[in-house]
């Protein structure tokens, strides 16, 4: 009698991802082939296909379990009372993960795909706008928040991606850092939250904390959105 598989397909699913995080992590993407993932699997091939739809499918996974700890460390992490701070330490985390598993990483940001993002880099880019989110709240941010946070992203993806391509002997310790501070100066202003900040600055507060109140009607708040965005974007 033949024998039938019976795992279920969480369980291949699981498998699945588990031997093509282990080929990209001893062979690079290069290893992470339908062949070399369903033998070390125990899965024949069209079972990735029906779980994953495409190779893109099944690295899109393997990008999402490898960053799952990243995340939660991300999101797990107590806030402090200095968003500027948060920030910061956000950077050297993101930075730092890049050169713990820099195939991992060339995965999530690496790849040439125009107009899209692997479902990992958008997790992490709502932790940063999170991040963004707090300090204008606190009256320290100096531009809009879309633009901080494209900004921070550009800058720190970047910065990383360089690091990962230059020789660990000859990687300049004050990169990343010199990267960061350029970035947060950029963005931020010194004023405190309880200071009165500039029109930009105060248009860029009121944008973010604007969803805690409910004064106005959908038509009201969509209007002094639009108003507080043109505000803000008079600083170019």
Do not use: C
Request: proline share 8%; no cysteine.
């Amino acid at each position: 009698m033949e024998n039938v598989d019976v795992t279920p397909p969480d369980g291949h699913r699981e498998r699945i991802v588990t031997a093509a995080s282990r080929l990209l992590a001893e062979g690079g993407p290069e290893a992470v082939s339908t062949r070399a993932v369903s033998a070390a699997a125990g899965v024949q091939p069209p079972t990735i296909y029906r779980l994953f739809g495409d190779k893109e499918g099944l690295l899109d996974a393997v990008v999402a379990h490898g960053f799952t700890a990243y995340l939660t460390s991300k999101t797990a992490r107590e806030p402090t009372d200095d968003p500027v701070g948060d920030l910061r330490a956000g950077w050297d985390l993101h930075v730092g993960l890049g050169l713990a598993n820099p195939a991992l990483y060339t995965l999530m940001y690496g790849r040439y795909r125009p107009g899209t993002s692997s479902p990992a880099a958008v997790a992490a880019f709502a932790v940063l706008a999170r991040h963004i989110r707090r300090v204008a709240e606190a009256g320290r941010l100096a531009v809009p928040e879309d633009r901080a946070a494209a900004l921070v992203h550009a800058a720190g993806s970047g910065t990383t991606l360089t690091l990962i391509a230059t020789p660990e002997d000859r990687r300049d310790p004050e990169l990343s850092r010199t990267a960061r501070e350029a970035v947060i100066a950029a963005i931020t202003t010194d004023a405190p939250a309880t200071a009165a900040p500039g029109p930009v600055a105060a248009a860029v507060t009121l944008r973010a904390v604007l969803p805690r109140t409910d004064a106005l009607t959908a038509p009201e708040r969509g209007l002094m959105e639009a108003w507080l965005d043109r505000i803000a974007d008079a600083a170019d």
